[in-house]
């Protein structure tokens, strides 16, 4: 059973330009959230997903955006990058809980980017 | 405010036992999670509590108070293979959003 898979796993861009990151769910999870880890640093909360559309998002400017695929797998988009974009992104993923009462988020070894 | 405080770094040799404490403020709270993440590598689940108490798998056990706002990791049995960064990390709302904090780092020597 394959866990949370991302691609590419490192990506070197300039300023301005713009990047797609792509996660695929561990099997028979259907949300997927994006996450922000810059050095030294714990993760940050982008937004997740769930049945193909954001349902929240985390205090990112709207250069991010994201999409989800009806097999659950998503895409992180970053336009204008900037310096300050170099980061760890993770993707995790997870069974929407309808009781609410666990939820363990399981992730992938994330794409590093870094903006030059 | 929103706030989450954890110890930046722990050392201690192979075989001791380390309490990681954590303290959180936050808009909402379900639970609160524990990560594991070593260098370059992806945070793995430790642990989750939604209730007060503690909770024991094998060598690793967490804590939760909800009354103090507190909880902690307790790392027994220390292996060199346990260097790593530890995370609390609080379930803020019933979609299973994370909130997480610097992490502490732990160290264990020989």
């Known amino acids: 059973d394959a866990g949370v898979t991302q691609s590419p796993t490192h990506l070197i861009k300039t300023r301005g330009q713009q990047v797609t990151l792509r996660c695929s769910p561990k099997s028979g999870h259907d949300t997927v959230s994006w996450y922000q880890q810059a050095l030294g640093q714990g993760p940050q909360f982008i937004f997740q997903?769930?049945?193909?559309?954001?349902?929240q998002r985390g205090n990112f400017p709207d250069r991010f955006s994201g999409h989800q695929f009806p097999n659950y797998s998503s895409e992180l988009n970053v336009n204008a990058l900037l310096l300050g974009d170099s980061a760890l992104y993770l993707c995790?993923?997870?069974?929407?809980?309808?009781?609410?009462?666990?939820?363990?988020?399981?992730f992938g070894p994330g794409t590093r980017l870094t903006v030059l | 405010g929103q706030s989450l405080e954890q110890p930046s770094e722990v050392t201690a040799v192979e075989g001791a036992i380390v309490q990681i404490n954590c303290t959180y403020q936050t808009s909402g709270f379900y639970g609160l999670s524990w990560y594991q993440q070593h260098d370059g590598g992806a945070p793995t689940f430790l642990s989750y509590n939604a209730l007060d108490g503690l909770e024991e798998t094998g060598r690793f056990s967490s804590f939760l108070s909800r009354s103090d706002s507190y909880g902690y990791l307790l790392l027994q049995e220390l292996q060199m293979k346990d260097s790593a960064s530890y995370f609390c990390a609080p379930r803020v709302d019933s979609w299973g959003k994370l909130q997480f904090g610097a992490g502490t780092q732990v160290v264990v020597t020989p």
């Open positions: 997903y769930y049945e193909e559309e954001e349902r």
């Open positions: 995790a993923s997870s069974l929407e809980d309808r009781w609410k009462s666990y939820n363990e988020q399981f």
